[in-house]
Nanobody
Framework: QVQLVESGGGLVQAGGSLRLSCAAS????????LRWYRQALGKQRELVAG???????DYADSVRGRFTISRDNAKNMVYLQMINLKPEDTAVYYC?????????????????WGQGTQVTVSS
């Protein structure tokens, strides 16, 4: 299975910025889509941003223009640059990857999740 570890979360004031990072490891043959989700307290988990293998990106309406997703294929990393943060951005942010794994000659597709990183925006 792919291991995903998020970092970069923290406490910031409204209007501030943060950059989240997610490192993927394991017997990875290739990574297709990479996505960031978030789940606020008492709310359903929602898709924030996604990036495909060809670099095509997609954003939730609530973050479009403020958040930027990017990836570094050589390092198996995905990032989420967040600017002009708002209190409503407060949530646990999760990294998600669609990857093909190959281990001892056995290959299979797997969708994996990280443990999440807390982002808190104060007013």
């Amino acid at each position: 299975q792919v291991q995903l570890v998020e970092s970069g979360g923290g406490l910031v004031q409204a209007g501030g910025s943060l950059r989240l990072s997610c490192a993927a490891s394991g017997s990875i043959f290739s990574i297709n889509a990479l996505r960031w989700y978030r789940q606020a307290l008492g709310k359903q988990r929602e898709l924030v941003a996604g990036i495909g293998s060809g670099g095509v990106t997609d954003y939730a309406d609530s973050v479009r223009g403020r958040f930027t997703i990017s990836r570094d294929n050589a390092k198996n990393m995905v990032y989420l640059q967040m600017i002009n943060l708002k209190p409503e951005d407060t949530a646990v942010y999760y990294c998600n990857a669609e990857a093909r794994l190959c281990d001892n000659g056995l290959c299979y597709n797997r969708n994996s999740w990280g443990q999440g990183t807390q982002v808190t925006v104060s007013s």
